[in-house]
């Protein structure tokens, strides 16, 4: 059974930092491209960023570019997103998930199969 459990998030003040983290089991972590989305209320979820299986290739939304930060830890089964000068407008909730996609990249939250429960953050002025 797949299970992604995230950790991290919470209030903060603009201009903070946070660190979002993603721990995989029940698959082969080093084989499954891993991703960020983002859902503020009454939007739909969107693309954050996405990390190759090795780590090797990283994408990110062109929105988030410089201050959002992918990273993965293979040894650990754990994904990492490092959100630095938060703004209000990054209030969301934030979700991991996971799938194989070859070299494929999706920003379409449809066609990732397994996700993380969520976590909120919440930016405040």
């Known amino acids: 059974q797949v299970q992604l459990v995230q950790s991290g998030g919470g209030p903060v003040q603009a201009g903070g930092s946070l660190r979002l983290s993603c721990a995989a089991s029940g698959l082969t972590f080093s084989t499954y491209v891993m991703g960020w989305f983002r859902q503020a209320p009454g939007r739909e979820r969107e693309f954050v960023a996405a990390?190759?299986?090795?780590?090797?290739?990283?994408v990110y939304a062109d929105s988030v570019k410089g201050q959002f930060t992918i990273s993965r830890d293979n040894a650990k089964n754990t994904v990492y997103l490092q959100i630095n000068s938060l703004k209000p407008e990054d209030t969301a909730v934030y979700y991991c998930?996971?799938?194989?996609?070859?070299?494929?990249?999706?920003?379409?939250?449809?066609?990732?199969?397994?996700w993380g429960q969520g976590t909120q953050v919440t930016v405040s002025s």
């Open positions: 990390v190759s299986s090795s780590g090797g290739r990283l």
């Open positions: 998930a996971a799938d194989r996609f070859g070299g494929r990249f999706p920003q379409n939250a449809i066609e990732w199969h397994y």
